[in-house]
């Protein structure tokens, strides 16, 4: 069963007949959005609350929690945005940390060897100790931060402090809370979420304890939504204002074919992929070498072919 990006607070009635369904072995796909925004038409920024979907207590039981905020990763997909007017505007990429790009380190096959996948306005998950197994799939990188909500998203400012922070570098105190998991696979033998509750409907083979399943938790429900070309849906991943292929699709793949018990597919799905980050403190703290290697390496080139050139000649027609 896929819940992908749910807008509406479940029932408790919805809620025990899932939680008898995963007791009943059945896996389920997650795609969880804890934030909703609202546009104000006056200022026209965009205003990040959290989203109440009265699932706390259920995935509380499971042994995990999707929170209420905001992750900023500086290893993150770029976002374009037009200047000028009709015919004449330019589209210019920029750094938008908001849009976490996570290619994980975990060994897992529904991970192995994909690229990067694409995240946009991600919430962080913890996990909590209780005896089911649990896998972190995806991950945002080492400098990420995390936003509390609710938090008012102005384009123009946001842009120049990412501008600055990648020109600059980030601070010691920013982006330092590490590794955070933005997707989380739960295997095992599942307790009942009712446990010891009184229960909204009655179910004639309610089960406490449940059989062996699988459940797959992102805190992202955009992963999963195409872009649109006119009224025709482009492939999954791809991003039509970059030209780039993300992992998007790959991901999805693996998790339900792995959820299906299928290993077989992800095998041969599996390709060996290099993804290249670039470090972007290293790259604040020797931008001004390289930009002085740039400048000069061409024109001592240049020179020294003149040189020579001019060398040959004369001794050529002398």
Same mark, same amino acid.
């Given at each position: ?7 509406k607070k479940?029932?408790e009635?919805e809620?025990y ?5 995963i ?9 969880i ?6 546009n ?5 920024? +965009?205003?990040?609350?959290?989203r ?7 995935? *509380?039981?499971y ?5 209420s905020n905001l992750?900023?990763d500086l $290893?993150?997909?770029?976002i374009?945005?037009?200047s ?5 505007s330019? $589209?210019?990429? =920029? %750094?938008? *940390? $908001?849009? %976490?790009?996570?290619?994980?380190n975990s ?5 192995t ?6 995240? !946009?306005?991600?919430?962080s998950i +913890?996990?909590? %100790? ?9 991950n945002?990188s ?9 938090? !008012?998203?102005?384009?123009s400012k946001?842009?120049?402090t990412n ?9 010691? &105190?920013e982006? @330092? ?6 997707a989380?696979l739960?295997?095992g033998t599942?307790?009942?979420? =009712?446990? #010891?509750?009184v ?9 406490e304890?449940?059989q !062996?399943?699988?459940?797959? /938790? /992102?805190? +992202?429900g955009?992963? /999963? ?5 006119g @009224?025709?849906?482009? !492939?999954?991943?791809? +991003?039509?204002?970059?030209? #780039?292929? $993300?992992?998007?699709?790959e ?5 339900? @074919? ?5 290993n077989?597919?992800?095998n041969i799905?599996t390709k ?5 980050? &670039? ?9 001004t070498?390289?930009?002085?290697i740039n400048l &000069? *390496? ?12 001019? =060398?040959?000649?004369k001794?050529? =027609?002398?």
């Amino acid at each position: 069963m896929i819940i992908a990006r749910p807008t509406k607070k479940f029932t408790e009635k919805e809620k025990y007949l899932l939680d008898q369904y995963i007791m009943s072995g059945g896996s389920t796909l997650w795609l969880i959005d804890k934030v909703q925004f609202v546009n104000d038409s006056v200022g026209g920024n +965009d205003f990040a609350f959290a989203r109440d979907l009265n699932l706390t207590d259920f995935f *509380f039981r499971y042994g995990i929690r999707v929170n209420s905020n905001l992750v900023k990763d500086l $290893y993150s997909a770029p976002i374009i945005l037009a200047s000028g007017e009709e015919r004449e505007s330019q $589209y210019n990429r =920029y %750094p938008w *940390f $908001y849009n %976490p790009l996570s290619a994980s380190n975990s060994k897992h096959p529904i991970t192995t060897n994909i690229e990067g996948v694409k995240f !946009e306005y991600a919430s962080s998950i +913890d996990t909590l %100790p209780n005896g089911i197994k649990k896998t972190i799939l995806l991950n945002s990188s080492p400098l990420s931060k995390i936003v509390g909500l609710p938090k !008012e998203i102005n384009i123009s400012k946001e842009i120049t402090t990412n501008l600055k922070i990648v020109n600059e570098g980030p601070t010691d &105190l920013e982006f @330092n809370k590490g590794e955070l998991p933005l997707a989380v696979l739960l295997e095992g033998t599942f307790k009942s979420a =009712y446990l #010891n509750r009184v229960k909204p409907l009655k179910i004639i083979n309610h089960q406490e304890l449940g059989q !062996e399943a699988k459940m797959v /938790i /992102i805190a +992202d429900g955009s992963i /999963i939504k195409n872009q649109l070309q006119g @009224n025709r849906p482009l !492939e999954l991943g791809f +991003d039509k204002w970059t030209n #780039n292929f $993300y992992g998007n699709k790959e991901f999805l793949l693996n998790t339900v @074919n792995y959820l299906l018990d299928d290993n077989g597919l992800i095998n041969i799905r599996t390709k060996d992929i290099s993804i290249p980050f &670039l470090d972007p403190i290293k790259v604040s703290e020797n931008r001004t070498f390289w930009k002085w290697i740039n400048l &000069l *390496f061409p024109l001592l080139l240049l020179t020294i072919l003149v040189l020579i050139f001019n =060398y040959i000649r004369k001794k050529k =027609y002398t």
